[in-house]
C-alpha cells in the first residue's frame, strides 16, 4: 500500500477563479523521500495542506497512510509531522517550551521520543532558553523539524523547509532528512531549489498546479531528448539576442555566466563548428560545451512543452 495517494485531486480559490491543484495525481511509496519540486505558486503548499487535512479539494481524493483525508482526517493528524514553509513555532517561547508545547499537544512527551530527535535537538540545545524569534533561520528550522516530529510520526511533510537558509544550514538539513529517512518514516518535502530535486529517490515537478513528471531524477534527466550546449562569450547580451533570434535555435536561456541552448533539426552539432559559427557572426572569447542536462534545463524543456 503506497503511504501517500493523491488521485485527480484538483483545489480552486476564489469560487473556481485561481487553480492552484490542477488535476494531480500521484503516490509515495512507504519509506520514500519523496521531493515535489516547483517555484513559487506552483501549487506545492496546496497539495501538503489537503494532505495534512487542513484544506479540502474540491475534486479527486487523497488518501495518507490508507485514511482518507477528507473522512479520516483525525486518524491522519495523530499519524503525520507537518512542518510547513512560513515560520510554525511560538516566537515568544523558547526553544525547549516550544517542544514541550508540540508534545503535550500530541500527548506525549520530549523524553519519549528524545532518540528521534536526538541527533537534531542536540546542535539547539545550547540555545534551549532562547526564545524560538531570537534564532537564526537554520536553528529555527532544525527546531521545527523537532516539533514536527516530537510525536513520532510515520509521514513527514516538509513545506519547503530550506528556503531563507543559507547554504550550509540547507546541507546539513538534507543530511538529516537522509537519517531519518534511514528510520524508516516516509518523507515528502517540497522545494523550489532545484539542485536539491537529486537528493530525492523521486521526484514530481510541478507547475501551475500541474505534475509534468514524476520520476527519479536521474531518469528525469536521462530522458531529455536534445543536445544541450553550455555558451558564453564577452559579450553574453548580444549572444543571447542573436541566439534567440535565429530559427535554428529552439530554447536558450541564461544559466549562470553561461546560456544554455538546445537546436531545431541538428542531431548532430559539434561544438567546435558551433564556437566557430558564433566566431564567424563577430561574438570574442567564445567558449563552447556540450554537457548534460541538469534538473533544472528538464523543468524548463517541460515547462515551455506545456
Ligand atoms: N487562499 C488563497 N486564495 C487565493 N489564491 C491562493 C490562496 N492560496 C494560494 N493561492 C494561489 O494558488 C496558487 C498556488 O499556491 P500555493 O501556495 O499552493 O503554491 P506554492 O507552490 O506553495 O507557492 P508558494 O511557495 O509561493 O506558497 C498560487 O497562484 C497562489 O497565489
Not at 104 to 131: A, H
Request: glycine residues 6%.
Amino acid at each position: 500500500m503506497s503511504a501517500v495517494i493523491l488521485d485527480h485531486i484538483t483545489k480552486t480559490y476564489e469560487n473556481g477563479k485561481v487553480t492552484a491543484v490542477d488535476d494531480v495525481s500521484l503516490e509515495v511509496s512507504p519509506g520514500e523521500l519523496f521531493g515535489l519540486i516547483g517555484p513559487d505558486g506552483a501549487g506545492k503548499t496546496s497539495v501538503f495542506r489537503i494532505l495534512t487535512t487542513l484544506l479540502l479539494p474540491e475534486k479527486g481524493t487523497a488518501s495518507v497512510l490508507g485514511f482518507d483525508c477528507v473522512k479520516n482526517y483525525r486518524e491522519i493528524r495523530n499519524r503525520v509531522g507537518y512542518m510547513p514553509g512560513r515560520f510554525s513555532l511560538y516566537q515568544d517561547l523558547t526553544v525547549a517550551e516550544n517542544l514541550h508545547f508540540f508534545a503535550t499537544l500530541f500527548g506525549t512527551t520530549i523524553e519519549e521520543n528524545y532518540t528521534l530527535i536526538k541527533d537534531i535537538y542536540e546542535q539547539i540545545k545550547p540555545f534551549s532558553n532562547r526564545r524560538a524569534g531570537k534564532l537564526s533561520g537554520g536553528m529555527k528550522q532544525k527546531l521545527a523539524l523537532c516539533c514536527a516530529l516530537i510525536h513520532k510520526p510515520e509521514v513527514l511533510f516538509l513545506d519547503e523547509p530550506t528556503t531563507g537558509v543559507d547554504v550550509v544550514s540547507r546541507k546539513e538539513f538534507w543530511a538529516m532528512l537522509q537519517q531519518l529517512k534511514q528510520q524508516g518514516i516516509t518523507i515528502m518535502v517540497s522545494t523550489p531549489y532545484m539542485d536539491e530535486a537529486v537528493l530525492c529517490e523521486r521526484i514530481a515537478l510541478i507547475q501551475a498546479g500541474r505534475i509534468m513528471s514524476v520520476d527519479t531524477p536521474e531518469k528525469i534527466i536521462d530522458t531529455f531528448p536534445a543536445q544541450l550546449f553550455a555558451v558564453k562569450a564577452a559579450d553574453i547580451y548580444r549572444l543571447l539576442t542573436d541566439l534567440r533570434n535565429d530559427p535554428a535555435t529552439e530554447s536558450c536561456y541564461t544559466f549562470g555566466e553561461y546560456l544554455h541552448i538546445t537546436f531545431r533539426g541538428h542531431p548532430d552539432t559539434n561544438p567546435q563548428q558551433l564556437q566557430e559559427w558564433l566566431e564567424q557572426r563577430g561574438h570574442r572569447n567564445v567558449a563552447v560545451k556540450q554537457i548534460r542536462a541538469t534538473i533544472e534545463d528538464s523543468f524548463i524543456r517541460l515547462m515551455n512543452e506545456a
